[in-house]
């Protein structure tokens, strides 16, 4: 296991950005304790129906404020008031701005020494989306969505929890730049390729034969940050949205999930795309599982031995970068990589006629 210090990112452990930390059905079901970014957190869902996320200590005594089930105002389902959250040691009440807005023994005005940190969330296409700054600022850009997701043709994902990989994530977004994975470990030798650097997010763009679906593959790919993957994939009469997610949850350690939105060929998407939606869900699954497979076996690349026909790793790499940098380091990186980079021995997009990248949200 390497750790971003290994990489050389930095000065943060942990990248700023938008991150996956539920699923939206999880949190229907009560009060979630989780872990990531290196710290134990309290999610929950309010009575408004906003989800909120603190840091997961009490300020009175250090008790974990959703993780002590056997409590009596927990059985009772008293827990939660309002957006609001009581401890369940002796009741203390955090608004979901993080403030103590109530102790049931005690006067108020309540002190701000007392409050816990409150973190930026969202519910987007079904997961409960994070912001996550090291340094508690506030979101740069609005965590990923996609219009198709309101669209009834579509047929929304459910999401596969693939768990936690003991692997850093940088490892992970290599995939970006990776152009000569795809034949040897998908079945898709690809034949043109190209990467985009615009600020916070970074696009593939690629195609060719892919063995799995017997078909012609054309995909666009894009990272929103550096957490959530989007693929906008078309073969044969398909169409379809790839996400994966990573989430720290500790230096060197990250959680992945996997899903798919699908077009149907009705309108609204009916049984038969609804049956559609899970077998397309099974089949991206099963050609991410070969990089999955990958990551979990691989000793960490803290250097790649990169060659002048390999995908732009260290442009790539440099870019990630930005997310454990300053703010005004971060600037001067985008302001640096910025841009199109082609691959050596690989066909321009355009040229192969790429033309996926209508109705996309960047
Ligand atoms: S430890 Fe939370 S109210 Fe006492
Ligand atoms: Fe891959």
């Not at 979101?139 to 996609?146: D, K, N, T, W």
């Not at 579509?154 to 994975?181: F, K, T, Y």
């Not at 970074?202 to 195609?207: D, F, K, L, N, V």
């Amino acid at each position: 296991m390497a750790t971003a210090a290994d990489y050389n990112l930095g000065p943060n452990t942990f990248p700023r950005g938008w991150f996956i930390v539920a699923e939206s059905t999880e949190l229907d079901k009560g009060p979630m304790a989780v872990r990531f970014f290196g710290r134990d957190l309290a999610l929950y869902r309010g009575e408004s129906g906003k989800p909120v996320l603190l840091d997961a200590y009490c300020a009175h005594m250090g008790t974990h404020l959703t993780a002590s089930t056997s409590a009596m105002i927990v059985k009772n389902g008293e827990q939660i008031e309002g957006d609001s959250i009581r401890c369940p040691y002796h009741g203390w009440r955090y608004s979901c701005e993080g403030d103590v807005d109530d102790i049931p023994y005690s006067d108020g005005p309540y002190p701000k020494s007392a409050s816990i940190r409150s973190y930026p969330v969202v519910d987007s296409m079904g997961c409960v989306m994070a912001w996550f700054d090291p340094d508690g600022r506030e979101p740069e850009y609005e965590a990923p969505f996609l219009k198709q997701w309101d669209d009834p043709q579509w047929v929304r994902w459910e999401l596969d929890h693939l768990g936690e990989l003991a692997i850093h994530p940088q490892e992970i977004l290599d995939n970006m730049s990776d152009v000569r994975h795809l034949g040897p470990t998908h079945g898709q030798p690809c034949e043109y390729f190209s990467n985009e650097f615009r600020d916070h997010i970074i696009i593939q763009r690629q195609g060719g034969e892919m063995q799995l679906y017997n078909a012609k593959l054309q995909t666009t790919t894009w990272y929103t940050g550096p957490g959530v993957l989007l693929s906008k994939q078309i073969f044969g009469e398909a169409e379809m949205f790839e996400l994966i997610a990573n989430t720290p949850v500790d230096d060197g350690v990250v959680k992945c999930w996997h899903a798919v939105l699908y077009k149907g060929q009705q309108n609204p998407a009916n049984h038969g795309d609804k049956a559609a939606q899970i077998q397309a869900q099974a089949g991206a699954l099963e050609a991410f599982a070969a990089d999955f497979n990958v990551w979990k076996h691989k000793r960490p690349a803290i250097k790649v031995m990169q060659l002048k026909t390999d995908g732009p790793f260290r442009a790539g790499r440099k870019w990630y970068s930005q997310f454990y940098a300053t703010p005004e380091e971060a600037a001067k990186i985008r302001e640096e990589v910025n841009g199109v980079l082609l691959t050596e021995g690989m066909t321009k997009p355009e040229d192969a006629g790429h033309n996926i990248d209508n109705d996309l949200p960047f």
